[in-house]
């Protein structure tokens, strides 16, 4: 087995509208790292984490993830692996309770009863949010419904949890308390976003993809760090360092 | 006006009514359902000239209402508002049967406002319960009995989803509506050619919303079956409150309590 | 327009129950066997959309007043029958419930009335036919006026016949037909023009969305006009069965089954006209056994009512006493309620 968990090579892909939102971008991830995907609006983040678990095919190049390579046939397996929490809750939220949500998955793995009632609970204490079980989505507040979201995929156990703009639109305070949550997971974690600070708080290594491409790719630290870098991809300094 | 109506936060006020705790709510929703159209075809079932017997059947909504903890007042309101298309179809009785049928104290009462009155009554109750019935029970817990009670899978799992996103939708049309109105300065912006723009955009939307969620489900090993556990069985407290509120339906459908009631009072 | 669970009589409405949820598994069954899985989400999120689109009030031209879609027919084109039928039926039930609009029991005719005709009728006999070889915006503009016409026109008929056969109203045929249909014509010309122009409009601006949906919904390839037309046949030719069975045997068949079972005999047993000529008949016969009411013979002078004596006023008056007592108990017990449950918290 190899210790890479994706590796990314040469792919590429455009939209049916012949948008080229990928044109080449090679990348590997090992077991228990986190990474933050970082890139101005229109970058290609959405679109490289939809080709996480196989939702988009690449038109050239090739996905592995763990030892399957990505295809048709693989795909299924693949989805069990690679647990996505997309960016907007209201569609990853499609169940009319959380229960029924966060157990959607489990269920379909095929567990026993006793077994989807385990993970469910385990899954929404994690993340702090056991006592909403019985409500319907629509009455969650956005952080409720992100914090959910986030249940429902660690429910399936992934080995590698892929996140696209788990802050986006949070209040401050429960921006925070995202931001403690994802730093208690033991996960192998991506995060794809264009909060900068939420990636230097959370993740160890950043990518930079702009147009496309990969722009840089090193240890947050030193990668967010990098004004003229950051300048070039139409990104800002993390607030957090712009103080100094 | 291109308005959003006030339906949509009636919608919203009645759903969370249903997660209210009291022990209306904690009935099983199957029993709930069972006893709810139990009672609505009894009610409708009695014939034209009937009002008496009727009147002691308002014992069943009034019940609820008070045990379920619902606003009378709520209920009332959605009385008045609601479409009105049995009251004008039979606002023609009285016009159309003028026959006396009753007198009291010498003054007549033709067999057509007795009719009449007689529809609005079933229109008070079988509303009221079904209302009632909403208000007391979770949309899902309803959508669980109704698979219970053998409708379709498919249509259950299209009920969810329109559940679901009905307040998802009903938000994004009225940021739609607002943005519109804002533009026009109320002034265009109502005829049927902006409906048809902004029910344009909301579609685009829609569609895109769904292959979003598609692309969720899959991510979480969708099939094609939507799986869900519900494990209730009707409890004791349930079988009670079924056999007592029948029984009393019986009873109610075949005494003329009222007439009893008012014999002995003129006795 | 409606059904209203106050005009219907039991036979009628668990008759078109019947015959909706057979549909209802009809199509399911459909779906099952060949359905897309995107549609799953595709046809509930379409349902929602429907749904927020009818509330949605728009002013209708030349009227000044305002008026909402029903949006039946959108869904039947942009889903083909069997999953916009679902669809349809799972709008109207949650309209039903939250709206109470019609009611629970007159949901089976309102599945009926709004459902079968776009999807069943005008849909494949007049929406595909006129489209079929090209879909130009005229052509879309007026296959969707024609269907939906069509489609409210029948739907709106059935409306007319089930509160007929129910006998609660006194309106004769003629005179409900001239009344609903010019309404509902009118209506249907504002519902095909948003239609036609919905569709146009979105095929204009987002082509590939029409695909994306037309894709998804597959199953219209498969369509079969013969199977569709044998069996709206059979399922008219079996719901009117047994509507006419209920009919013609008793009355109003759960009436009497009710009434069969409590022994009572009380029921006039003539209470439904199920053709308006038996209606004239009817009203010189009806009569109150409930309340001895004593001239039933008097009532074949129903035209000159106005020497009608005062007939029992023993019984009316006992009856409006205890209707008030009634009333009256009852609205004791819920204060009781109410107050034994505030002491409780
Ligand atoms: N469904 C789509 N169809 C066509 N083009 C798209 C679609 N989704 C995204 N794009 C285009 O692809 C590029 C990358 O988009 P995306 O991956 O969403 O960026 P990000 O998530 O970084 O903001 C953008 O130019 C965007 O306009
Ligand atoms: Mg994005």
């Known amino acids: ?77 693949i989805r069990k692996k690679v647990g996505v929490v997309f960016q907007n809750p209201d569609d990853q939220l499609f169940m009319p309770t959380v229960f029924d949500d966060v157990s959607f998955g489990p269920l ?123 300048k070039e991809n139409n990104l800002e300094l993390p607030l957090s360092l712009q103080r100094r | 006006m291109l308005t959003f109506d006030k339906e949509y936060f009636n919608i919203g006020y009645l759903d969370t009514l249903s997660y209210k705790d009291t022990f209306m709510h904690r009935i099983d929703p199957r029993i709930k359902l069972l006893t709810s159209l139990a009672f609505i075809l009894l009610v409708i079932s009695f014939p034209k000239y009937e009002i008496s017997k009727m009147i002691p059947f308002l014992v069943f909504p009034v019940v609820i209402l008070s045990i379920g903890d619902i606003p009378l007042i709520f209920i009332l309101k959605k009385l008045l508002i609601v479409s009105p298309f049995a009251l004008f179809v039979g606002i023609f009785n009285p016009i159309l049967d003028t026959a006396p049928m009753y007198s009291i104290y010498g003054v007549g009462i033709s067999g057509g406002w007795v009719s009449y009155f007689s529809i609005i009554m079933k229109f008070i109750l079988t509303i009221s319960t079904a209302l009632l019935l909403i208000a007391t029970t979770s949309f899902p817990g309803i959508c669980i009995a109704l698979e219970k009670l053998f409708v379709p899978k498919i249509l259950v799992v299209q009920l969810l989803f329109l559940y679901r996103y009905l307040f998802v939708l009903a938000e994004e049309t009225m940021r739609i509506v607002r943005a519109r109105n804002m533009r026009t300065f109320g002034r265009k912006g109502q005829g049927m050619r902006v409906f048809i723009q902004i029910a344009g955009t909301l579609f685009v939307r829609t569609v895109e919303r769904s292959e979003r969620i598609y692309h969720a489900m899959c991510s979480r090993g969708f099939d094609g079956r939507i799986r869900m556990m519900k494990n209730f069985k009707p409890g004791f407290i349930d079988i009670i409150f079924a056999v007592v509120t029948i029984t009393v339906f019986v009873i109610l459908r075949k005494y003329d309590i009222a007439k009893i009631l008012g014999d002995l009072i003129l006795q | 327009m409606h059904m209203a669970d106050a005009l219907l009589s039991p036979a009628v409405g668990t008759t078109f129950w019947a015959g909706s949820l057979g549909i209802i598994a009809y199509c399911s069954k459909r779906l099952k066997n060949d359905i897309n899985e995107k549609m799953v989400p595709l046809m ?110 029948l739907g709106s008929f059935s409306v007319v016949l089930q509160t007929l056969l129910s006998g609660r109203s006194e309106l004769p045929f003629a005179a409900f037909a001239a009344l609903m249909l010019p309404i509902h014509l009118a209506i249907a010309v504002g519902e095909g023009f948003i239609t036609g122009g919905f569709v146009n409009y979105v095929r204009s601006v987002r082509p590939e969305i029409f695909d994306i949906v037309e894709g998804t919904g597959k199953l219209r390839e498969s369509f079969s006009m013969k199977k569709v037309l044998i069996s709206i046949s059979l399922l008219v030719i079996i719901t009117g069965g047994i509507l006419s069975w209920f009919a013609s045997t008793h009355p109003d068949g759960l009436e009497w089954s009710i009434e069969k079972i409590y022994g009572t005999a009380e029921l006039p047993g003539h209470e439904n006209g199920i053709v308006p000529k038996l209606k004239d008949i009817q009203e010189k016969t009806t009569i109150l056994p409930d309340y001895d009411f004593a001239g039933k013979e008097n009532r074949e002078t129903a035209g000159t009512e106005k020497s009608w004596p005062a007939v029992n006023a023993g019984a009316s008056v006992s009856g409006l006493l205890g209707s008030v007592m009634v009333i009256g108990l009852i609205s004791i017990f819920g204060f009781v309620i109410r107050i034994f449950k505030r002491i409780r918290n």
Request: glycine residues 10%; charged residues 20%; neutral net charge.
């Open chain 1, 1 to 77: 087995m190899s210790h890479h968990i994706i590796d990314f090579k040469d792919v590429h892909f455009a939209y049916p509208d012949r948008t080229e939102a990928l044109s080449g971008i090679s990348f590997r991830i090992t077991h228990g790292e986190s990474v933050g995907i970082v890139g101005a609006n229109g970058a290609g983040k959405s679109t490289l984490i939809s080709h996480m678990n196989g939702y988009l095919m690449p038109a050239k190049g090739r996905i592995i993830i763990g030892d399957a390579q990505l295809d048709k046939t693989t795909r299924s397996d």
């Open chain 1, 108 to 230: 379909n793995l095929g567990l026993s009863e006793e077994r989807v009632i385990e993970r469910v609970n385990e899954a929404l204490n994690t993340v702090g949010c056991y006592d909403l079980k019985d409500k319907p989505p629509h009455r969650l507040s956005l952080g409720q419904k992100r914090a959910v979201s986030i249940a429902t995929v660690i429910a399936m156990q992934p080995d590698i949890l892929v996140m696209d703009e788990p802050a986006a639109n949070l209040d401050p305070k429960s921006r925070r308390q995202l931001i403690n949550l994802l730093k208690e997971f033991k996960h192998s974690k991506i995060i794809a976003s264009h909060d900068l600070d939420l990636i230097l708080d959370v993740c160890e290594r950043c990518i930079v993809i702009g147009a496309g491409k990969v722009r840089a790719d090193g240890p947050a630290g030193e990668v967010l760090l990098n004004e003229k870098l950051m």
């Open chain 3, 44 to 153: 509930g999120v379409l349902a929602a959309f429907i749904f927020a689109g009818q509330m949605i009030n728009f002013t209708i031209p030349g009227t000044g007043s305002s008026g909402h879609i029903g949006g039946g027919m959108i869904l039947a084109i942009l889903l083909g029958p069997s999953a916009a039928f679902i669809a349809i039926a799972s709008v109207l039930a949650i309209q039903s419930l939250f709206f109470a609009d019609g009611g629970i029991l007159a949901l089976g005719c309102n599945i009926w009335n709004m459902g079968v005709y776009p999807c069943f009728v005008a849909y494949p006999l007049i929406y595909r036919t006129i489209t079929r070889r090209d879909k130009t915006p005229g052509r879309i503009m007026i296959a969707s006026m024609l269907s939906v016409i069509v489609a409210l026109g």
